[in-house]
């Protein structure tokens, strides 16, 4: 089966421009944006399992540490993702703290979840629904740009209260935490070359063709 690579193509990972390769090391660049293009990521299994990793490590601190802390005249109140959809919910916004709970709680596990799927099956180069897991590949990326709603929601709670002279309110240690959860996350996909899916499918198709 021929594949781009074999007629000489490559894909700008910049700007999506199909480029030609070309002989010259001085002359491997997308002749649109004029970055470097290359076939393949470089040790992509081995990149993409160290953000991994150090994103699952971090998203401990970024939902035990409070994520604000108010202070008022009863005193300082301080408040982790999970007590604040809590506190939404409790107090007519369930919008707001099903938006928090799902930006802040399920998208980050499901999509480490997805990204060690993609990992351990390109590292054992599996043939198992290619397909399927091209597409999941798209989806995290998609997906990546609205990791940090719960972010803005606390950007947004913190200027409305500072509006208010009763009770001042800051960030806490925990979004620390999380902005780094959701950068290494982003840079857990962005390492991830999807063309080792189907690496196997191609081996084993080529395989079976008549010499």
Same mark, same amino acid.
Request: charged share 20%.
């Given at each position: ?6 007629k000489?193509l490559?894909?700008c990972r910049?700007?999506g421009?199909?480029c ?10 997308c002749?649109?944006?004029f970055d ?13 399992w ?8 971090l998203y401990?601190p ?7 802390e108010?202070h008022?005249l009863f005193g ?7 007590s ?12 707001i703290?099903?938006v ?9 596990i499901?999509?480490?979840?997805a ?13 198992w629904?290619p ?16 990791s940090?709603?719960? @972010?803005?929601?606390v950007a947004? !709670? /913190?200027? #409305?209260?500072? *509006?208010? &002279?009763l009770?001042t ?5 925990? @979004?620390?935490a999380f902005?780094? !959860? /959701?950068? #290494?996350?982003? *840079?857990? &996909?962005k390492?991830?070359d999807?063309r ?9 198709h ?6």
């Amino acid at each position: 089966m021929m594949t781009a690579a074999d007629k000489g193509l490559m894909v700008c990972r910049t700007c999506g421009a199909l480029c030609r390769r070309v002989r010259s090391i001085s002359q491997t660049r997308c002749p649109r944006c004029f970055d470097a293009v290359r076939f393949r990521k470089r040790d992509s299994i081995g990149r993409t399992w160290a953000f991994l990793i150090a994103a699952l490590i971090l998203y401990i601190p970024a939902n035990v540490l409070p994520v604000t802390e108010s202070h008022t005249l009863f005193g300082t109140q301080r408040d982790t993702i999970m007590s604040g959809i809590v506190l939404f919910w409790t107090t007519g916004s369930p919008f707001i703290a099903a938006v928090i709970f799902a930006a802040s709680v399920m998208i980050p596990i499901l999509k480490c979840i997805a990204l060690a799927l993609l990992a351990i099956t390109a590292q054992r180069r599996s043939r198992w629904r290619p397909q399927q897991r091209a597409k999941l590949y798209r989806l995290i990326e998609w997906i990546g740009r609205w990791s940090m709603l719960d @972010v803005f929601v606390v950007a947004i !709670v /913190v200027a #409305l209260v500072h *509006l208010r &002279s009763l009770a001042t309110i800051h960030a806490g240690p925990g @979004v620390a935490a999380f902005g780094a !959860v /959701v950068v #290494l996350t982003m *840079l857990a &996909s962005k390492s991830f070359d999807p063309r080792l899916i189907w690496d196997p499918v191609e081996t084993n198709h080529d395989s079976r063709q008549p010499r």
